[in-house]
T-cell receptor
Framework: KQEVTQIPAALSVPEGENLVLNCSFT??????LQWFRQDPGKGLTSLLL?????REQTSGRLNASLDKSSGRSTLYIAASQPGDSATYLC????????FGAGTRLTVKP | DTGVSQDPRHKITKRGQNVTFRCDPI?????LYWYRQTLGQGPEFLTY????????KSRLLSDRFSAERPKGSFSTLEIQRTEQGDSAMYLC???????????????FGSGTRLTVV
């Protein structure tokens, strides 16, 4: 059974700082890995999808990498802003999608 | 098509009552998923459909829970005899499995927040 772990559980940084969120998964036979953002009480917004054959994806200030062999993915956020404050979830897809518990990010002005 | 729609957004019910949630997926997506999310946790898989067939159910889906997708379009999730432990956000997602494999990302709805009092 796929297990997904996210570290740290919570992170607080000053505005403008670059940061890295970590995600690890136990079963490397994934089809893809997806990063989501979730605001309090809201649904999930997809940020980046990395196919199993890819190493990274970029969207604006976000960059996600994937290392299947080591079972790891990272989400890099450049020049963080207060509007980036949210919970970030990673999810690995085998036959279905399994989520980590998320990293709660707070960016202080 | 504006994405995955869920109704209602919020539901407050008394313990012991039955509730039903609806999900309308993206029209061309053949797979539909239900997840449950409690406070501070990531979403947990409940069940999924490929077209109208329910292909997998999690152990989390007790006998009080039933899901349907009768025509391969919208889906309903019913909880009978609700308990306080059922309070959670219920999320629906859809995706397409076209092509060589399940390499297409999931699109989630905004969820239905259930509170059992």
């Amino acid at each position: 059974k796929q297990e997904v772990t996210q570290i740290p559980a919570a992170l607080s940084v000053p505005e403008g700082e670059n940061l890295v969120l970590n995600c690890s998964f136990t079963d490397s036979a994934i089809y893809n890995l997806q990063w989501f953002r979730q605001d309090p009480g809201k649904g999930l917004t997809s940020l980046l999808l990395i196919q199993s054959s890819q190493r990274e994806q970029t969207s604006g200030r976000l960059n996600a990498s994937l290392d299947k062999s080591s079972g790891r993915s990272t989400l890099y956020i450049a020049a963080s802003q207060p509007g980036d404050s949210a919970t970030y979830l990673c999810a690995a897809t085998n036959n279905d999608m399994r989520f980590g518990a998320g990293t709660r990010l707070t960016v202080k002005p | 098509d504006t994405g995955v729609s869920q109704d209602p957004r919020h539901k407050i019910t008394k313990r012991g009552q039955n509730v039903t949630f609806r999900c309308d997926p993206i029209s061309e997506h053949n797979r539909l998923y239900w997840y449950r999310q409690t406070l501070g946790q990531g979403p947990e898989f409940l069940t999924y459909f490929q077209n109208e067939a329910q292909l997998e159910k999690s152990r989390l889906l007790s006998d009080r829970f039933s899901a349907e997708r009768p025509k391969g379009s919208f889906s309903t999730l019913e909880i009978q005899r609700t308990e306080q432990g059922d309070s959670a956000m219920y999320l629906c997602a859809s995706r397409s499995t076209g092509g060589a494999g399940p390499n297409y990302g999931y699109t989630f709805g905004s969820g239905t927040r259930l509170t059992v009092v």
